[in-house]
């Protein structure tokens, strides 16, 4: 067995690696997804001694108890030098749509018998969703399928309601996959941002038709444009590791979604060029509540800047894939 000093170098080196990975990609800014406290406790060391190269947002994944034990006192936004923030909360609502996990309105046309599951009960998100009220941080729900994504918007509306007082809360739905037509508008409405990954649109392709059908999948899958028209914000990102970390292959998909076999999966949601660009730069840094810092270059915000062998915003679509990044600058090094 591990000493916890050899443990605790192995956490470290872990970290180094991760960052030296995420830089040799152009990722200057992580938003990780939900981590206990223990692991908030590292990265504060590790940024406290000037050590975190990367710029992290964290979301803690703990028990409610533990939440409402500590999560006010170890929130912290802007530490190091604006290399660590921990103000949001992480909870998961339903499964994956590969194994159909997703939680969905009607059964699934590959498997009638089954409308996926609900992982965390709703009376435990609601519970979560008034420790962030409380606590002042955002909440981030992994939501999939169409039912998990209404339960997890109506938790949030009734959250919003009862405390009119509040706003700008920027709560997040991760991944919205799949969305019932009458629930897409609400993103918009309710200022819930959709935290999605355009990757997975071409990566799930294969199997999006099989588990829901046609008319589900063309009314509610992957649906950026019909979200964007309506005034939501769409963040993007890569889900690493269930994806690799690299933002050119996720920009691609987000613009062509086109999936390894050449089929194109509903062409007419597929972003602009400037579109996919914002949405991985400056609307993932409005979706942390960092716009005023990141996500654009202009005076008075970190210089964390990715250049890259070649414009995306003007070369053929077949040319993305070969773009590469030839510095990486954080805080202007």
Not at 122 to 141: F, R
Not at 170 to 185: G, K, M, T, V, Y
Not at 266 to 284: F, I, P
Request: hydrophobic share 40%.
């Amino acid at each position: 067995a591990k000493t916890p000093a050899e443990r605790m170098a192995d956490a470290r080196r872990q970290i180094e690696l991760a960052t030296e990975e995420a830089f040799s990609k152009g990722v200057t800014s992580f938003q990780d997804a939900g981590v206990n406290f223990d692991t908030v406790a590292l990265y504060k060391q590790v940024a406290g001694e000037g050590q975190l190269g990367i710029r992290l947002w964290v979301m803690v994944r703990d028990t409610n108890e533990h939440l409402r034990e500590r999560l006010a006192a170890e929130k912290v936004v802007g530490m190091a030098d604006h290399h660590l923030t921990v103000a949001a909360i992480k909870v998961t609502a339903d499964g994956a749509l590969g194994s159909r996990g997703a939680w969905m309105l009607e059964p699934y046309t590959d498997s009638p018998g089954s409308t996926g599951l609900n992982t965390t009960p709703m009376a435990n998100i609601e519970e979560a969703a008034a420790i962030a009220m409380d606590t002042g941080t955002q909440i981030g729900i992994h939501a999939i399928g169409d039912r998990a994504n209404r339960e997890v918007l109506n938790v949030y509306e009734a959250a919003f309601k009862a405390h009119p007082d509040q706003s700008d809360l920027r709560w997040r739905i991760e991944h919205a996959q799949h969305l019932s037509a009458s629930d897409i508008p609400r993103f918009g409405q309710l200022g819930v941002i959709a935290s999605m990954q355009g990757i997975h649109c071409t990566s799930d392709a294969p199997y999006v038709l099989a588990r829901l059908g046609p008319a589900r999948a063309e009314e509610g899958a992957y649906v950026w444009q019909k979200l964007m028209k309506s005034g939501a914000i769409i963040s993007n990102g890569t889900d690493t590791p269930v994806e690799r970390i690299d933002p050119i292959a996720n920009y691609y998909a987000t613009v062509t979604r086109k999936a390894k076999d050449g089929s194109v999966f509903y062409g007419d949601q597929k972003m602009s060029r400037e579109e996919a660009l914002k949405s991985y730069t400056w609307n993932a840094a409005y979706a942390a509540k960092e716009e005023t810092l990141k996500g654009s270059l202009a005076i008075g915000k970190l210089a964390d800047i990715a250049v890259l062998s070649q414009n995306i915003l003007t070369v053929p679509d077949e040319a993305l894939p070969e773009t590469k990044v030839t510095r990486t600058i954080v805080g202007g090094k």
